[in-house]
């Protein structure tokens, strides 16, 4: 079983649509959860940061952490022909070492 | 932009060949992770950069080495390669290691190497 597992997609949605995307984990370790964007051909963008369970919301981007549950999910509302691109979540905690590990990227298309 | 820079942005070698990579941090950073992306895939910890000593490793052979340089600069060097190296290959500065936002990752552009 993956440390991380995420749902690789595609997903496909038109303008304007909400948008849900997530990931599950196993290691109860993990307390610093991240979404980066990732265009084609291009390093990771920092979208989100949030330590620990709650909610924390960035203009149109809503991140959601349920560590009981160990399940994260980012939320983006009014969705953009610029959102398409993959979406990786990721995560790190003291595991013997700081070491963040990614899911596999959920590519997302949203259609004009 | 992140201000941490890779070099080259690609790569072409061939099977048996060595190489090396590149990443300059971003301003006031003192850590550099490297990471190994294969096609479709998330990126995979090769292994971290702490003040010019190793701070953890992936699961990755010992023909993958690194260095981190005084100004915190790093190399990723891989010797022998081998065709299943074909990815982008990604660096990674952050403020320090240990907890809060002194974890917070900020990514390269990547060099992409082809291995023939």
């Known amino acids: 079983q993956k440390e991380v597992e995420q749902d690789p997609g595609p997903l496909s949605v038109p303008e304007g649509a909400i948008v849900s995307l997530n990931c599950t984990y196993s290691?109860?370790?993990?307390?610093?959860f991240m979404w980066y964007r990732q265009y084609s051909r291009k390093g990771p963008e920092l979208l989100m940061y949030?330590?620990?369970?709650g909610n924390k919301e960035d203009g149109r981007f809503t991140a959601q952490v349920d560590k009981s549950s160990k399940y994260i999910s980012l939320f983006i509302r009014d969705s953009q022909p610029s959102d398409s691109a993959t979406y990786l979540c990721a995560m790190t905690g003291n595991t013997g070492g700081f070491k963040t590990i990614f899911g596999a990227g959920t590519r997302l298309f949203v259609k004009a | 932009e992140t201000g941490v820079t890779q070099s080259p942005t690609h790569l072409i070698k061939t099977r048996g060949q060595q190489v090396t990579l590149r990443c300059s941090s971003q301003s006031g950073h003192n850590t550099v992770s490297w990471y190994q992306q294969a096609l479709g895939q998330g990126p995979q910890f090769i292994f971290q950069?702490?003040?010019?000593?190793?701070?953890g490793r992936g699961n990755f052979p010992p023909r993958f080495s690194g260095l981190q340089f005084p100004n915190y600069s790093s190399e990723l060097n891989v010797n022998a390669l081998e065709l299943d190296d074909s990815a982008l290959y990604l660096c990674?500065?952050?403020?320090?290691?240990?907890?809060?936002?002194?974890?917070?990752?900020?990514f390269g552009a990547g060099t992409r190497l082809s291995v023939l």
């Open positions: 950069y702490y003040r010019e000593e190793e701070n």
């Open positions: 949030t330590y620990s369970s």
């Open positions: 290691n109860s370790a993990f307390q610093y």
């Open positions: 990674a500065s952050s403020l320090g290691t240990g907890g809060q936002t002194k974890n917070i990752q900020y």
